[in-house]
């Protein structure tokens, strides 16, 4: 069958190429580097899937070019899947499917990575050294053993940073709707949102975005959290009300954050823009807190990761070939 393949960088083209490689050949590749959007669907014509990123934009219109030039799999290589018009890729009678879990460890690795950069001024240091500067004001951080980290969403992420956090002794707390016995078997405790926020030194998001928590973190949440927390995102960039942050950094209600995920990163992330001005005011203005440290959305980026999510899309197009159906596709409610 043959893929489209939009957002194509080096690596998409390195992985893929294996994974197709090492399950048969059966598929034809053609790696395409514009965004996918209505402007440029029209490169797809003729081309049954068409493989896409997270930042691809999949709507109604776009999906309605995709049909007319025979479209008929949309091959996400990516959990997430809320820049697709799932009702109108239904309408058109085109497939979703996705790549529901990679490396858990990938992303959970990168969070704790985030917080002991935060903690012990890693980012700073740095710097520091390499003007000859070795005094070691402002560069205090805290033992995270016995520390309290309250984790929003237990799922595979979610429990995957767990295990690691209690390697370091720290107190673990959650919110979850569904509980995890794992997560309790390291001696973690469930309680509610309020409660995690009021307690915790550090908190961690690892919940999907949904309707109902969008902006999960506000003002109103900053106010019930304890002063000076350290607050950490590799989730979903909507869980967090950007200028509410803000707000919390320059009153010192948050003491540290750690993004890896922005709420309007959509056009931004994955692409080189050094010499060219950022626009978003807001997302300037985030860069300038010398106690914030942002990543592009590489929490997930590992070899083991990629690797897998190659194959799982690679996996994912060859059943939908045999049998009309992917392995894991995503179903319209």
Do not use: W
């Not at 059966?26 to 402007?39: G, I, V």
């Not at 990761?305 to 194959?311: F, G, V």
């Amino acid at each position: 069958m043959k893929i489209a393949v939009f957002s194509a960088r080096s690596y998409d083209r390195t992985f893929l190429s294996q994974a197709n490689e090492r399950l048969g050949n059966q598929h034809e590749l053609a790696f395409l580097e514009p965004r996918l959007e209505a402007k440029s669907a029209t490169l797809a014509a003729g081309a049954p899937c068409v493989c896409a990123f997270v930042d691809d934009h999949l709507d109604a219109e776009t999906l309605a070019i995709l049909h007319d030039g025979g479209t008929r799999l949309v091959a996400l290589r990516s959990a997430g899947y809320n820049n697709v018009d799932l009702a109108a890729a239904r309408a058109l009678g085109i497939v979703v499917a996705r790549v529901p879990a990679y490396s858990p460890e990938a992303v959970a690795e990168h969070t704790v990575t985030l917080m002991l950069s935060l903690n012990r001024k890693i980012y700073r240091a740095r710097d520091r050294v390499r003007e000859g500067n070795f005094a070691l004001d402002g560069l205090i951080g805290f033992n995270m053993q016995g520390r309290t980290v309250g984790i929003i969403g237990t799922g595979l992420i979610g429990l995957a940073t767990a295990r690691i956090l209690a390697g370091f002794g720290c107190r673990l707390l959650a919110s979850d709707p569904v509980r995890q016995p794992a997560f309790e078997a390291l001696g973690g405790s469930y309680v509610e949102v309020p409660e995690l926020l009021r307690e915790s030194d550090i908190v961690t998001l690892h919940c999907p975005l949904t309707a109902s928590n969008h902006h999960l973190i506000d003002h109103a949440t900053i106010a019930g959290m304890k002063r000076g927390v350290m607050l950490i995102n590799t989730s979903r960039g909507g869980l967090i009300d950007t200028r509410a942050v803000i707000d919390g950094l320059k009153s010192g209600a948050i003491g540290t954050l750690g993004l890896d995920v922005y709420e309007e990163e959509d056009g931004m992330f994955f692409s080189d823009r050094s010499n060219s001005m950022i626009q978003d005011d807001v997302f300037a203005r985030l860069l300038t807190f010398p106690n914030v440290l942002v990543t592009g959305h590489q929490a997930f980026f590992t070899v083991e990761a990629m690797t897998s999510i190659a194959e799982t899309t690679i996996r994912n197009v060859s059943t939908f070939e045999a049998t009309g159906r992917p392995d894991h596709e995503v179903q319209v409610d």
